[in-house]
Every structure is written in structure tokens, then in C-alpha cells.
């Protein structure tokens, strides 16, 4: 099947591309997560300048309404350049729980923020504990309505530069997100690395005021924007195979081995065209889950219908592009020989967030078992989604 982007998408990912660019030359990674805000506050800026932020969020509080094709555009182009700005978890991923579960008063009050750059860190995952299961950080409901939380989040991503947290809590057995101020009393911060060596935080809550992200359960929601963030963040994955790949391939025409180019040895040829072609199909794998979300699912306020099919979409090219992302770490650093895996590598920096990648949002392991779980994995992926007529016709 013939999958690419628009011409719309196209001009949003050179748009992005060339932003992002300007900031990230060779060794740009390290730079930037070694920064003072563990990314490029330049490159930020130039993005919220832009309205990137902002592309999730709703037209009427200023940003740009896109869709899931957009997303995967502007991740793509992140990739490439194996940006650390927190596009997806400090931008996209809190818009679209504000979106889906906050009052009025609460997204006029939130989402602006975002779509103007203003970060806000999830605080989801649990040591030890799965993504999908009940947090166990609890909330506990006060006489007077007002609620307190306690328990251990970790990692939050770039939890050191929010002021506003939405954390996950019990309530009974239903999951809520609640609305915190990332300075109130009760939390305990401890600021470390990720494996991509991106900030990420341990929060521990002891009776922390909180206020619920709207008045319902967030179970369904939580289901839905786990997808739609395992799916973005494929674009990611892809932009940082594609160039991966890239500075390999000019890495072995450039170095020598016995008074000759290294890409004169038929084997280590073979090894990248391979590696071009896995890199091919996790582009189609990932595109196709896009236009999956894109058929099913409006980001907007209500559960889709089709969760089930967006989740099973989104499981299957998690998982096969997390393989493709996994091969791809592996052969960079190894084409490349010591160098590869040193910090001052550019790929080595690929391939850290690629690694990182494959467990981000519950991780590829999970997603393998809810994939064999579901029977998914037994039905092959059509390019007619959204076409019954022309499915029955096959």
C-alpha cells in the first residue's frame, strides 16, 4: 500500500524540520539535555512561536485543532533530528487529557497555556506497577470536598521545568486525574536521568492538595490517549531510524579500513540495506496506525466508538516498530564501531531514544501481550479502513 503524507503535512514537517534543525547540529542532543531546562529553550521557543505546542488544542483557545497526521508530521521531524523537546509528553499528551476530561472553566484555563509553550508534566507511570493497571497513589476525600493525594510517581517526564501536574490516582476502583500545583506542599522531587538522558523525576506525594480534571472517571480516556501517544510517538521513532540510518550510511563511506572505505565491504552493505528496508516498513507500519486514528478517532471530547480497534492498531505498530527501533539502535552503534557508543556520538544519542522509546507508554513488552491477547495479531492490517463496501467486496 502506497502511504505517505500530504502536501499540508508535507510543508508542516519541513516547517518543523528546518525550525528544529537550525538548533540541532552535530552533537545537539547532548547540548540541549545538559541545558538548564534539559532541552533547547531557543528551539522551544521558535516552536511555540510557530504554534506546535499548540496543534492539538482547539481552535477556540488557540491552537491549531489538527489531527493525528499532524502529530505524526511534527514527531517525525523531532525525530530526524533527535530533538529533546517535550513535544509529545509536556504539550500534546496533557492537551488531549484536558481536552477529553477537564470542565470548561479548566480547559479556558489550561489549554491556552499549552498552546503557547506552557509545559505540563503527566504523572502516570508507577515502579513496578503496569500502565493500564489502577495507580497505586491514592486519593483520599476530606469532609469539606477537598482532596488529598499520596503515593510514588516515577518517571515523570521533565517534571523539574511544570509548574502543573496531571497525576493519575485511585479513587475506589476508578482511575482520575487530578490537577496539581507542582510546588505544593507535601511533594518530594528527585530529579535524575532517563535512558535517552532526558529529565525525568520521582514525585512522592504525601497528602497533596489536589483538585480532579473534571468530575468522571478517567479509565476510558486513559485507554484512548495511551493509544493515541503510542502512535505518535512512532513518527518519532521513524525520523530517528531515517536518520540514524543516514549519518551510518555516510559514516562508512568516509571511514577507512585497511586504505579503503569501509563501504566498499560487501557485508556491512548488506547490513544497511537491510537495516533501509526495516526502516521502510516501520514507516508504512507507523503511517498506517495514523491513518487508523485518523479514520476513528476526532481528538475530541468523547471516548471513540472503535477504542478497541485503535488500541489494537495501535499495539500491533508499537510493537513492530519498537522491533524495527530496537534493530535500528543496535546496527547504528555497531556499523559505527567504539565510536557509536560514546557520548559525544550523534548516534549514540539515536539510539539511546530509541531504546527509550520502546518503553515509553507502557512499553513494547505490554503491548506484545495485549496484542496475542486480543487475537490482533491473527488479522492482517487493511488499507480500506472506514471502506465496508469494498471490504466485502475482497
Known amino acids: 500500500?502506497?502511504?505517505?503524507?500530504?502536501?499540508?503535512?508535507?510543508?508542516l514537517f519541513e516547517t518543523v524540520d528546518s525550525a528544529v534543525g537550525r538548533g540541532y547540529a552535530a552533537g545537539g542532543r547532548a547540548e540541549a539535555t545538559e541545558s538548564e531546562r534539559g532541552w533547547n529553550d531557543g528551539v522551544w521557543k521558535t516552536l511555540a512561536e510557530m504554534g506546535i505546542p499548540g496543534l492539538v488544542v482547539a481552535e477556540e483557545h488557540g491552537g491549531a485543532g489538527a489531527g493525528p497526521v499532524?502529530?505524526?508530521?511534527?514527531?517525525?521531524?523531532?525525530?530526524?533530528?533527535?530533538a529533546a523537546e517535550p513535544l509529545l509528553d509536556g504539550a500534546f499528551l496533557p492537551a488531549w487529557l484536558i481536552t477529553s476530561l477537564g470542565s470548561?472553566?479548566?480547559?479556558?484555563?489550561?489549554?491556552p497555556a499549552l498552546a503557547e509553550g506552557t509545559t505540563i508534566a503527566v504523572a502516570h507511570a508507577e515502579p513496578g506497577r503496569p500502565w493500564s493497571a489502577l495507580p497505586s497513589v491514592t486519593a483520599a476525600r476530606a469532609d469539606d470536598g477537598s482532596v488529598t493525594?499520596?503515593?510514588?510517581?516515577?518517571?515523570?517526564?521533565?517534571?523539574?521545568?511544570?509548574?502543573?501536574?496531571l497525576v493519575t490516582a485511585a479513587d475506589g476502583e476508578q482511575?482520575?486525574?487530578y490537577v496539581v500545583n507542582a510546588a505544593a506542599d507535601g511533594i518530594t522531587r528527585s530529579d535524575g536521568r532517563s535512558a535517552d538522558w532526558s529529565r525525568a523525576s520521582q514525585l512522592e506525594l504525601?497528602?497533596?492538595?489536589a483538585t480532579p480534571l473534571g468530575d468522571g472517571a478517567a479509565n476510558a480516556v486513559l485507554r484512548t490517549v495511551s493509544a493515541r501517544a503510542r502512535v505518535a510517538v512512532l513518527g518519532e521513532a521513524v525520523g530517528l531510524m531515517e536518520s540514524g540510518l543516514a549519518h551510518t550510511v555516510e559514516y562508512l563511506k568516509t571511514r577507512k579500513q585497511f586504505g579503503v572505505p569501509l563501504s566498499t565491504f560487501q557485508a556491512l552493505v548488506h547490513r544497511a540495506s537491510d537495516l533501509y528496508a526495516r526502516v521502510e516498513l516501520a514507516r508504512s507500519m507507523a503511517l498506517w496506525a495514523t491513518a487508523v486514528?485518523?479514520?476513528?478517532?476526532?481528538?475530541?471530547?468523547?471516548?471513540?466508538?472503535?477504542?478497541?480497534?485503535?488500541e489494537a492498531a495501535a499495539d500491533d505498530a508499537f510493537v513492530f516498530v519498537g522491533d524495527a527501533?530496537?534493530?535500528?539502535?543496535?546496527?547504528?552503534?555497531?556499523?559505527?564501531?567504539?565510536i557509536g557508543m560514546t557520548y559525544e556520538s550523534t548516534v549514540a544519542h539515536h539510539a539511546a531514544r530509541l531504546t527509550a522509546i520502546t518503553e515509553s507508554f507502557g512499553g513494547v513488552a505490554a503491548a506484545r501481550r495485549r496484542a496475542v491477547a486480543s487475537g490482533s495479531a491473527l488479522t492482517p492490517p487493511s488499507a480500506l479502513v472506514n471502506n465496508a463496501d469494498a471490504v466485502t467486496a475482497q
Open 149 to 165: 493525594l499520596s503515593g510514588v510517581k516515577a518517571p515523570v517526564r521533565h517534571a523539574d521545568q511544570a509548574a502543573t501536574l
Open 206 to 209: 504525601r497528602s497533596v492538595p
Open 325 to 338: 527501533a530496537t534493530t535500528a539502535a543496535e546496527e547504528i552503534v555497531q556499523l559505527h564501531g567504539g
Open 104 to 111: 470548561d472553566e479548566q480547559v479556558a484555563e489550561l489549554l
Open 293 to 310: 486514528l485518523e479514520t476513528y478517532d476526532d481528538y475530541g471530547r468523547e471516548v471513540p466508538a472503535e477504542l478497541d480497534a485503535i
Open 70 to 82: 499532524e502529530v505524526y508530521a511534527s514527531l517525525e521531524a523531532i525525530g530526524k533530528h533527535a
Open 1 to 11: 500500500m502506497n502511504l505517505e503524507l500530504g502536501e499540508d503535512q508535507k510543508l
Open 175 to 177: 482511575t482520575r486525574v
